[in-house]
């Protein structure tokens, strides 16, 4: 089946750095990716939307200098959060489908902000 | 865009009994729905999806209703095991497309030996 892979699965930085999260389609193209963001107990909330070769898509009240995103390859889509704030930690989920449905999830990042 | 609404948020059972879960659904151009299982620290795992075509979809132990008019399906879990337990989360791609998805609240499923 199709699989993404998602890495780091944990990482801790300091306030004001930034942290780069990697998705990738391991058998598979994905013209989209989409990135997530889940607070403790809550449900999955959409970012934004990562299409290669061009801008990201991004929902209402996300900030796209904030969630830095990067679709370079049919396999790769990166998301940067800039100048980090212990608000923003959280568990970021990337997912890619290699047709119309059958959306499958990375594995997540906890990302914590001292 | 769509609202997906899920019910209920908490469901304790005894090892071997059933678990259902519901979700309801607000856009009807709405024509796939998934549901995932998500353990601890991992990220979403899709374990069964329905395409409006269909009414009932079965796999072994996991199976999935749609009421395409009353706009809501359930995901049915027989003989429930310890290795159920988690989070469960419905969900439905907004304007009869499949390029994101909204998800429901979640439904924490606790299987008790």
């Known amino acids: 089946g199709a699989v993404v892979s998602q890495h780091p699965s944990r990482v801790i930085c300091k306030s004001g750095t930034s942290v780069k999260i990697e998705c990738r389609s391991l058998?598979?193209?994905?013209?989209?990716m989409f990135w997530y963001r889940q607070f403790p107990k809550k449900s999955l909330m959409l970012m934004a939307t990562?299409?290669?070769?061009?801008?990201?898509?991004?929902e209402q009240g996300v900030e796209k200098d904030k969630f830095l995103i990067n679709h370079a390859s049919l396999t790769l889509s990166t998301l940067t959060v800039t100048s980090a704030h212990p608000e923003d930690s959280s568990f970021y989920i990337c997912s890619a489908s290699p047709g119309t449905y059958g959306y499958t999830f990375g594995s997540g990042t906890r990302l914590t902000v001292v | 865009g769509e609202n997906v609404e899920q019910h209920p948020s908490t469901l304790s059972v005894q090892e071997g009994d059933s678990a259902v879960i519901k979700c309801t659904y607000s856009?009807?151009?709405?024509?796939?729905f998934p549901w995932y299982k998500q353990e601890l620290g991992k990220g979403p795992q899709l374990i069964i999806d329905?395409?409006?075509?269909?009414g009932e979809k079965k796999d072994q132990r996991i199976a999935v209703t749609l009421n395409k008019t009353a706009k809501h399906f359930s995901l049915h879990i027989t003989e429930t095991q310890p290795e159920d337990s988690a989070v469960y989360f419905c969900?439905?791609?907004?304007?009869?497309?499949?390029?994101?998805?909204?998800f429901g609240t979640g439904t924490r499923l606790t299987v008790i030996p």
């Open positions: 058998d598979f193209q994905a013209t989209t």
């Open positions: 990562s299409n290669e070769g061009s801008k990201a898509t991004y």
């Open positions: 856009d009807s151009a709405s024509n796939y």
């Open positions: 329905i395409r409006s075509n269909v």
């Open positions: 969900a439905a791609p907004p304007r009869g497309g499949a390029n994101n998805l909204f």
